[in-house]
């Protein structure tokens, strides 16, 4: 899963980016992109290492990609917009703490502005896409060995285009599974998921307030919202683990600003994680919600999808509960499962396959 961190000039980024990956931006990340992993931070994890005590750990990793700055340069906002193609979340960090001594590229503390200002260099991109594609469509109209599916595709394109116009995002815009067939190819950035990430001060209240007007405003978009103090959660992150918790508390959060938003992008894109355990190796696996035990079993290989015979599973509940792998088996509860098994968040697999 790979996130796209992007926004104006002096909205703490590279602050964010800091905390997240706990890695230094390079000095050219404000021209160019920067790359981070942040490791999934998973209770489930920790506890099966603990039982297994593998020679190997592999967690589950979030890439973070970051962005230049948002400005008036043509070269870098056409970097951007590339970038975000990439991407799975687009991940807009929005300023609305105070500070005199970090000034605004547009004067003033705006968040409702700059999420609209953002929102609409996406909308105007996938415009340009779609005329463009349309252009070509009626240029090569008698050309095309399959008339009645580009008739089809020019159809949905022009409904999509017409969408924009009202200012929405594609992302609510219903296709059929015929329809996003026809699209699949194209990198339009508003189907993309989108969070909005609040950079706030110290006063915990003030932002709840402003998030909830902010939500209402674009209540339409389906944009995911958190909010997060870069900065003092960077001072926290120096501080033990038992001070950081209370010092957490006192700030009214449960969690930190990673985990957080590792949970919010599992809930955006519709994810679960998946375990598999041995002597050799503990892994977490990230699969798409409603996937079928092949289809799980091609997330670790294509061999493993194209071979499925069946999948053997237990529950991480229960494997904590009774304590051991054997004494799970000893209660029937190691299951035999065939190819319409739906895999489940949490569950332990073991995938037996013939190639």
């Not at 095309?144 to 285009?161: F, G, P, S, V």
């Not at 904590?320 to 000893?330: A, F, N």
Request: charged share 30%; proline share 3%.
């Amino acid at each position: 899963m790979k996130l796209g961190l992007v926004g104006f000039p002096q909205v703490g980024k590279r602050t964010f980016f800091r905390l997240l990956t706990g890695k230094e931006p390079n000095s050219e990340s404000k021209k160019g992109n920067g790359l981070g992993l942040a490791k999934v931070r998973d209770v489930r994890f920790d506890h099966l290492t603990e039982i297994y005590a593998p020679r190997q750990e592999t967690p589950a990793y979030i890439e973070f990609l970051l962005l230049p700055d948002l400005d008036e340069q043509a070269s870098r906002k056409e970097q951007i917009l590339r970038g975000l193609e990439q991407v799975d979340v687009i991940c807009h960090l929005v300023r609305t703490f105070q500070d005199d001594t970090v000034f605004h590229i547009r004067g003033a503390i705006d968040p409702r502005r700059d999420i609209l200002i953002f929102n609409e260099e996406l909308q105007l991109n996938d415009l340009l896409f779609i005329e463009k594609r349309l252009e070509r469509i009626d240029k090569e109209q008698n050309k095309k060995k399959d008339a009645q599916k580009t008739a089809m595709e020019a159809d949905l394109l022009a409904r999509m285009k017409k969408h924009l116009e009202t200012g929405c995002f594609l992302k609510n815009f219903l296709l059929t599974e015929a329809e996003e067939k026809l699209i699949a190819g194209y990198s339009l950035l508003t189907r993309k998921a989108m969070i909005i990430v609040l950079n706030i001060g110290e006063e915990a209240e003030e932002a709840d307030d402003l998030m909830g007007q902010l939500k209402e405003d674009f209540g339409e978009q389906g944009f995911q919202w958190i909010a997060v103090s870069a900065k003092i959660e960077q001072e926290l992150c120096q501080l033990d683990v038992p001070d950081r918790q209370i010092f957490l508390e006192e700030l009214q959060l449960d969690q930190p600003a990673l985990d957080r938003l590792t949970m919010l992008c599992y809930k955006t894109l519709g994810l679960i994680s998946f375990f598999t355990v041995g002597p050799d190796e503990v892994r977490a696996w990230t699969n798409r919600q409603g996937s079928l035990a092949p289809q799980a079993a091609g997330v670790i290989h294509s061999d493993f999808e194209r071979g499925f015979i069946r999948a053997e599973v237990m529950k991480y509940e229960d494997l904590i509960k009774l304590g051991s792998e054997q004494k799970v088996r000893e209660v029937g509860k190691y299951l035999q499962k065939g190819r319409d098994y739906v895999v489940e968040d949490g569950d332990i697999i073991n995938f037996l396959f013939n190639v």
